[in-house]
């Protein structure tokens, strides 16, 4: 059988199979997605981090993980993308009210305002990780059984951050082509129910539908509606119920060397269904070197896309260069 022939028959069955998943999902309610769960053991998810691992890939002493797959020439195909000279913020505001979702809000002081000068100055406090604040993960913001990305000993990191693996490394910034997967988009609906997990089925479901093709070293965001359901139902504990990526997509990202993953909370679907606490979180930073974007804001995003039907654009990000920060609150750019 000729090659191209037979790997088109396999394209037709995947997608066939890919398209009869999509079918299956949609068919049933929310309620059921939540309670949908794929439980994953210990030994399975151990397999997981020994088969996806990028430690060594780019040398012993690496530092920036998967950002290596964003090139010189992965850049320069990405600020081709550019037509329409649009830009679109992918930051929620920041959150100035404790809340649920908010235990440690946004503090932002005055200074300056006794008449003695002409200028007014402003001081901010932010504790950015957590499920509130658009914030950008170095690789040293997790550790499994004692160890970081490239096999780092978390012994590392001390109270003046981490010795290794720290956000600093990305200071030069993030430029390379952002791809948007609106999975409530895919099901129909304005925003995903609490606890719906998103399998790799899906994922693919969103690259046959849309005809785009994720690839090595493109940023890529998955959207679960979770800003516009707090503003439509107001704030939950997201750490507890919400939906989100199941610990498989981890191959799914790994397959296609994705260097950047964000979604607008922790991308974790919780609960989990496994013992370990933000499994996909370990095995995106720990086991493959993949930073993550955490609480960015699709809905603006969202919007955007799809009136252009483009689900490709521009990604820019700037993270504060802090020596021994575990992350960096930042505000990434989509430009269309």
Same mark, same amino acid.
């Given at each position: 059988?000729?090659?191209?022939?037979?790997? $088109?028959?396999?394209?037709?069955?995947?997608?066939?199979?890919?398209?009869?998943?999509?079918?299956?999902?949609?068919?049933?309610?929310?309620?059921?997605?939540?309670?949908?769960?794929?439980?994953?053991?210990?030994?399975?998810?151990?397999?997981?981090?020994?088969?996806?691992?990028?430690?060594?890939?780019?040398?012993?002493?690496?530092?920036?993980?998967?950002?290596?797959?964003?090139?010189?020439?992965?850049?320069?195909?990405?600020?081709?993308?550019?037509?329409?000279?649009?830009?679109?913020?992918?930051?929620?505001?920041?959150?100035?009210?404790?809340?649920?979702?908010?235990?440690?809000?946004?503090?932002?002081?005055?200074?300056?305002?006794?008449?003695?000068?002409?200028?007014?100055?402003?001081?901010?406090?932010?504790?950015?990780?957590?499920?509130?604040?658009?914030?950008?993960?170095? #690789?040293?913001?997790?550790?499994?059984?004692?160890?970081?990305?490239?096999?780092?000993?978390?012994?590392?990191?001390?109270?003046?951050?981490?010795?290794?693996?720290?956000?600093?490394?990305?200071?030069?910034?993030?430029?390379?082509?952002?791809?948007?997967?609106?999975?409530?988009?895919?099901?129909?609906?304005?925003?995903?129910?609490?606890?719906?997990?998103?399998?790799?089925?899906?994922?693919?479901?969103?690259?046959?539908?849309?005809?785009?093709?994720?690839?090595?070293?493109?940023?890529?965001?998955?959207?679960?509606?979770?800003?516009?359901?707090?503003?439509?139902?107001?704030?939950?504990?997201?750490?507890?119920?919400?939906?989100?990526?199941?610990?498989?997509?981890?191959?799914?990202?790994?397959?296609? @060397?994705?260097?950047?993953?964000?979604? @607008?909370?922790?991308? @974790?679907?919780?609960?989990?269904?496994? @013992?370990?606490? $933000?499994?996909? $979180?370990?095995?995106?930073?720990?086991?493959?070197?993949?930073?993550?974007?955490?609480?960015?804001?699709?809905?603006? #995003?969202?919007?955007?896309?799809?009136?252009?039907?483009?689900?490709?654009?521009?990604?820019?990000?700037?993270?504060?260069?802090?020596?021994?920060?575990?992350?960096?609150?930042?505000?990434?750019?989509?430009?269309?």
């Amino acid at each position: 059988m000729n090659n191209n022939y037979g790997r $088109h028959n396999r394209t037709l069955l995947v997608g066939g199979l890919t398209l009869a998943c999509l079918v299956c999902l949609n068919s049933i309610d929310n309620k059921t997605q939540a309670q949908s769960l794929r439980l994953i053991n210990t030994d399975t998810f151990d397999t997981w981090m020994r088969e996806l691992s990028n430690w060594g890939r780019w040398g012993d002493d690496d530092q920036l993980g998967t950002l290596n797959l964003i090139t010189p020439e992965k850049r320069r195909e990405a600020v081709a993308l550019v037509t329409d000279g649009v830009s679109v913020s992918l930051a929620h505001n920041v959150e100035t009210r404790s809340a649920v979702d908010n235990p440690r809000p946004f503090d932002i002081a005055i200074i300056g305002l006794n008449g003695a000068g002409a200028s007014v100055m402003d001081q901010w406090t932010v504790s950015y990780h957590g499920y509130a604040h658009t914030h950008l993960d170095a #690789l040293c913001h997790f550790s499994h059984q004692g160890q970081m990305f490239n096999g780092v000993p978390n012994t590392s990191v001390t109270v003046d951050g981490c010795a290794k693996l720290a956000i600093d490394n990305f200071k030069d910034g993030i430029v390379t082509r952002g791809i948007l997967i609106d999975i409530p988009q895919l099901r129909g609906v304005d925003f995903l129910e609490l606890g719906s997990p998103i399998y790799p089925e899906e994922l693919e479901a969103w690259e046959a539908k849309m005809g785009i093709n994720v690839q090595s070293g493109d940023a890529v965001f998955v959207r679960t509606g979770r800003w516009g359901k707090r503003e439509a139902e107001g704030p939950w504990d997201v750490g507890s119920h919400v939906a989100g990526l199941h610990a498989s997509t981890a191959r799914w990202f790994r397959d296609r @060397d994705v260097a950047v993953v964000g979604t @607008d909370h922790g991308a @974790d679907v919780h609960p989990s269904g496994m @013992d370990v606490s $933000h499994p996909l $979180h370990i095995l995106l930073l720990v086991a493959m070197g993949t930073p993550i974007f955490d609480n960015v804001d699709l809905e603006d #995003l969202s919007r955007a896309a799809d009136e252009r039907g483009r689900w490709e654009f521009l990604l820019t990000a700037a993270p504060v260069p802090v020596p021994g920060g575990t992350g960096s609150p930042l505000n990434p750019i989509a430009t269309f």
